[in-house]
Nanobody
Framework: QVQLVESGGGLVQAGGSLRLSCAASGIIFSINTMGWYRQAPGKQRELVATITSGLTTNYADSVKGRFTISRDNAKNTVYLQMNSLKPEDTAVYYC??????????????WGQGTLVTVSS
């Protein structure tokens, strides 16, 4: 079974750091884009950052300069290093993998979500 497994969320004080990880498991031939999205209480899910297989990155304006997305293609794993965290970064963070090539074709995958809470 192909799936994404996230880890690394938790509670941190404002100004602190956290690192999220997301690993894709199963028989996967390639993954085009991997990324992180977040959903705060009462708000819609929003893009945080994405990274292509060629390591081209894209960030939401709200996290530029504070968050860094990276990827290990050999391990089908994506990371999100979050520094200088603010209370407004509090949300459930979801990992996404787009155009995942498996034996039966292409899939889009979502992780189960990991909660990040930033206290003031």
């Amino acid at each position: 079974q192909v799936q994404l497994v996230e880890s690394g969320g938790g509670l941190v004080q404002a100004g602190g750091s956290l690192r999220l990880s997301c690993a894709a498991s199963g028989i996967i031939f390639s993954i085009n884009t991997m990324g992180w999205y977040r959903q705060a209480p009462g708000k819609q899910r929003e893009l945080v950052a994405t990274i292509t297989s060629g390591l081209t990155t894209n960030y939401a304006d709200s996290v530029k300069g504070r968050f860094t997305i990276s990827r290990d293609n050999a391990k089908n794993t994506v990371y999100l290093q979050m520094n200088s965290l603010k209370p407004e970064d509090t949300a459930v963070y979801y990992c996404n993998a787009n155009r995942v090539l498996v034996a039966t074709g292409y899939l889009e995958l979502w992780g189960q979500g990991t909660l990040v809470t930033v206290s003031s």
